[in-house]
T-cell receptor, first 115, second 115 residues
Framework: AQSVTQPDIHITVSEGASLELRCNYSYGATPYLFWYVQSPGQGLQLLLKYFSGDTLVQGIKGFEAEFKRSQSSFNLRKPSVHWSDAAEYFCAVETYGGSQGNLIFGKGTKLSVKP | SAVISQKPSRDICQRGTSLTIQCQVDSQVTMMFWYRQQPGQSLTLIATANQGSEATYESGFVIDKFPISRPNLTFSTLTVSNMSPEDSSIYLC????????????FGSGTRLTVV
């Protein structure tokens, strides 16, 4: 069955430090991959997505992610974290191509930022 | 990308009652989705709602408990019926804007507490 694993439940980084959030997926075909961010009391905002092509994807707010098929991974990175990045981050995979809508989410990684 | 207005943003309800959550989209979309996010958990798809047809429910969710309406291409409602404290969650609607270039958009969520 398709699944998404985010191994880190909670990560704390210092402001200005680099960040990498891990995501591994299990899916037989080429996946459509997403990273979403959820601030406290808010809905989900799409950070970036991978459908095909260049495996390094640029997103909003200075985030990027790299798709590595050999490792079934789609890790999210940011070179310098800001205090406003404190939130929960969800990796998701769409299990079909096109408009099928079945997003499978990981359990999320909560990011705390130290001043 | 599509903009979703979801309401209410939060509510506290008595057990045994029902709550209807509304999602209004600023453009016509074929598919709308309803998710549940239980406290401290990830998102789980409840059902997919297409205009003009019955909603498709995921395993573990039934129409009697979560009836959905989709009267047109910009609006949907989810009702949580005969509520119990276990229904306390965040409920989110999502849309597929119809092109892979955008990714799925989410409403801001409804935080439901059942007492």
């Amino acid at each position: 069955a398709q699944s998404v694993t985010q191994p880190d439940i909670h990560i704390t980084v210092s402001e200005g430090a680099s960040l990498e959030l891990r995501c591994n997926y299990s899916y037989g075909a080429t996946p459509y991959l997403f990273w979403y961010v959820q601030s406290p009391g808010q809905g989900l905002q799409l950070l970036l997505k991978y459908f095909s092509g260049d495996t390094l994807v640029q997103g909003i707010k200075g985030f990027e992610a790299e798709f590595k098929r050999s490792q079934s991974s789609f890790n999210l990175r940011k070179p310098s974290v800001h205090w406003s990045d404190a939130a929960e981050y969800f990796c998701a995979v769409e299990t079909y191509g096109g408009s099928q809508g079945n997003l499978i989410f990981g359990k999320g990684t909560k990011l705390s930022v130290k001043p | 990308s599509a903009v979703i207005s979801q309401k209410p943003s939060r509510d506290i309800c008595q057990r045994g009652t029902s709550l209807t959550i509304q999602c209004q989209v600023d453009s016509q979309v074929t598919m709308m989705f309803w998710y549940r996010q239980q406290p401290g958990q990830s998102l789980t798809l409840i059902a997919t709602a297409n205009q003009g047809s019955e909603a498709t429910y995921e395993s573990g969710f039934v129409i009697d408990k979560f009836p959905i309406s989709r009267p047109n291409l910009t609006f949907s409602t989810l009702t949580v019926s005969n509520m119990s404290p276990e229904d306390s969650s965040i409920y989110l609607c999502s849309v597929d804007p119809g092109t892979v270039n955008y990714g799925y958009t989410f409403g801001s969520g409804t935080r439901l507490t059942v007492v």
